[in-house]
């Protein structure tokens, strides 16, 4: 039978199928997407909302040259006062590009990412691009060549990243909590409906997230007091995958209303595999009976498995009503998902075309259990 190329919802048979799956699933389904136009796409899939909104998205591809240059810019600053002028100029950017995502979700909950790559990688390394960049930023590019060095990494995958990120630079998680929290009170204050979640990446001790929930609570208040709102609502939580992470959970959900396990990256830090690089042994564990899947595909139930539940159990003792979910690509895989059910958490995020994968698997899960 011929691909029919038009809107999953235009099927009839798809969607009494999805009706029915959804009348036995427990587990919600949200989407991994960085855009509106992706989020709308994942809501015509039947996603609940957003699991993973990636800030970093806004930097790449098209429509990314100003941001791009600005978070250059940013980046190459000499101390705070220089850093918080350029964190001014990309602040309308990255509120510009969260408003537009909740306001198509429409009051459908949306976990926003902070910044999570480390910032080398933003930054141009061919001599010609440097020399571009030196020019447009007033620099010589001997100065800028000494910058962008000093920011190098032997291991950037395990450097400063994430949440260290904002331990060093609070100012930065500031910009992006207030562009967040701005653009929630003026959809709301508009009479839209919001459920913003910010989320920190690469946590791996409670006092990590308690730093930033500082932040976070005082920004809070003065956006809620600026603009006039009896309620701002915004959960606050954090991305579980450092295994110290999971297995600090019950410190960690003092701050956090919420984990999120990143599946990619707990994958990597738990087997030492580089998700870079699996592919080089890969084939030889699988011919030989060494592993049974790939660990990036299909979840580690015995490994990650453990950390996973570990981390809800110990999570869940400090706060009963944490809300779990995972984001990593594992959300769209059907043997993982039915894991996801089958540690109790709340929802799966992946990419919006396996949504409706992830809701049939979540269904089966569900009647599999009885
Ligand atoms: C993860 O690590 O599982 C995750 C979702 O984050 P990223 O893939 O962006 O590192
Ligand atoms: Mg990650």
New binding site residues.
Partial sequence: MPLVPSAPEANPFYVRLMKLADGFRKLNVRA?ADTPKDAAQAVKFGAEGIG?F?TEHMFYGEGSEEPLFLLRKMIMSQGETERRKALDELFPHVKADVKATLDVMDGRPVTIRLL?PPLHEFVPHDREKLAHLADELGVKPGALRKRVEALRENNPMLGHRGVRLGITYPEITEMQIRAILEAAAELLRSGKKVQPEVMI?ITSTATELAHQKVIFDRIRDEVRSRFKLSELPCLFGT?I?IPRAALRAGDIAADAEFFS??????TQMTFGFSRDDIGGFLPDYLRGGILSADPFQTIDRDGVGELIALGIARGRATRANLKVGI???HGGEPESVMFCHGVGMDYVSCSPFRVPIARLAAAHAALQEG
């Fill in positions: 991994n993973l990636r999570d990446p991305m995958e396990f990143g599946t990619n990256d707990l984001c990593g690509e």
